[in-house]
């Protein structure tokens, strides 16, 4: 399972765009990108998930460069709900491997008014 | 919808102890994994299954064994309970999307302190 890099903590304010950044230069041809967001004494919830360009949903966007060695999940407008760890996860997705992720330590969104 | 299901929510142990950590899903998912998660760190995998009646050891195993008789079904137990073993646990299932890929769903966590 490929390893992946991002920044330990992040602060926003309310109502700006928030881009957070991942770093994972072995990815293997058959490796999925996914983000999670946690709230305290919660699990983990799937954000969004990706393989490669541009994928976007009610709640993100995920941005994947062609080369596929990093990739940006990208919060608009956030508020202050949006405090959270955020973990990038990279893994075979396809074969169940999803299932067997590693986790890293995550980046800590700190929202403020 | 219950989605995953874990019981019990919190549960204090003295060392040496047995228990089992139930884990249910409704969704009809294969695949199905049990992460601890220590505080401040990420979650890391203990064991993992990829259908009824196959299991396979993750990172952090020892200490805890699983079974999958069920689809819908994957306790975790531990042998005899070690202060190293004080974590929250989560359990979690997913099926396989042939468009979305794996999207996996966690319960709501096991809070279990070894004494």
């Known amino acids: 399972l490929a390893k992946t890099t991002q920044p330990i903590s992040m602060d926003s304010y309310e109502g700006q765009e928030v881009n957070i950044t991942c770093s994972h230069n072995?990815?293997?041809?058959?490796?999925?990108i996914t983000w999670y967001q946690q709230f305290p004494s919660q699990g983990p919830r799937f954000i969004i998930q990706?393989?490669?360009t541009k994928v976007t949903n009610e709640v993100a966007s995920l941005f994947i460069p062609a080369d596929r060695k990093s990739s940006t999940l990208s919060l608009p407008r956030v508020s202050l709900s949006d405090t959270a760890v955020y973990y990038c996860?990279?893994?075979?997705?396809?074969?169940?491997?999803?299932?067997?992720?590693?986790f890293g330590t995550g980046t800590q969104l700190k929202v403020e008014l | 919808n219950a989605g995953v299901t874990q019981t019990p929510k919190f549960q204090v142990l003295k060392t040496g102890q047995s228990m089992t950590l139930q884990c249910a899903q409704d969704?009809?998912?294969?695949?199905m994994s049990w992460y601890r998660q220590d505080p401040g760190m990420g979650l890391r995998l203990i064991h993992y299954?990829?259908?009824?009646?196959?299991?396979d050891q993750g990172e952090v195993p020892n200490g805890y064994n699983v079974s999958r008789s069920t689809t819908e079904d994957f306790p975790l137990r531990l042998l005899s309970a070690a202060p190293s073993q004080t974590s929250v646990y989560f359990c979690?299932?997913?099926?396989?999307?042939?468009?979305?890929?794996?999207?996996?769903?966690f319960g709501e966590g096991s809070w279990l302190t070894v004494v």
């Open positions: 996860l990279v893994g075979d997705m396809g074969t169940g491997g999803g299932n067997k992720l590693t």
């Open positions: 990706g393989y490669k």
């Open positions: 072995n990815i293997a041809t058959n490796d999925y």
């Open positions: 969704m009809n998912h294969e695949y």
């Open positions: 299954s990829v259908g009824a009646g196959i299991t």
């Open positions: 979690a299932s997913s099926y396989l999307d042939s468009l979305s890929g794996n999207t996996i769903y």
